[in-house]
């Protein structure tokens, strides 16, 4: 009786045993090159959108940029930032924690409002980036700014900071962890 069959049962570790010896196969057969995903921004048919930076005083970083999380759900609300940062106009970004969120109880919402868009959802934030926040109070405002926006046309990638009031004044308030 071998590890497999432990792990997996006999009927288990004989459908592995196959299927590892299927995908050896296949990988030895076929000497093609990579496939270039079509959703890669380092592609040079990427266009890159920087955007005007309007950090709220007092705040600053919390960890590093991230990529907000289901833009292409929202395709409409980044085409409109997209276009605001054409025009050279500011995209603020808003955050709303969503408790009741049925995935996630820790989601953070990611709004964003331009000259002629106010307040539509693009996204939410990673789930670590979430994680981290949830360890502050609720009470505690937080806030993003938008770094940048790449899109092909179809698919976009929001990056953005987030942003809590600096240690002295979470220290002050009781808000430091």
Not at 15 to 37: C, D, I, V, W
Not at 47 to 67: D, F, H, K, Q, W
Request: charged share 30%; hydrophobic share 35%.
């Amino acid at each position: 009786m071998g590890l497999l069959d432990l792990l997996f049962g006999k009927k288990g570790a004989k459908h592995f045993r196959q299927a590892s010896k299927a995908t050896k196969a296949m990988t030895a057969k076929s000497e093609r090159k990579p496939l270039n995903r079509v959703d890669d921004p380092k592609d040079k048919t990427w266009s890159s959108y920087p955007n005007v930076v309007s950090r709220p005083e007092g705040m600053v970083r919390l960890g590093a940029t991230c990529e907000v999380a289901g833009t292409f759900l929202r395709t409409d609300a980044v085409n409109a930032a997209i276009s605001a940062m054409r025009r050279g106009e500011a995209v603020e970004a808003e955050l709303f924690r969503e408790p009741d969120n049925p995935h996630d109880k820790n989601a953070i919402q990611v709004y964003i409002s331009t000259k002629f868009l106010d307040g539509e959802l693009i996204g939410y934030l990673p789930r670590d980036q979430a994680l981290a926040l949830s360890k502050y109070p609720e009470e505690m405002p937080i806030s993003c700014e938008i770094t940048s926006i790449k899109s092909n046309g179809d698919v976009h990638y929001v990056k953005l900071v987030v942003l809590i009031p600096g240690k002295r004044e979470r220290t002050q308030r009781g808000w430091e962890i």
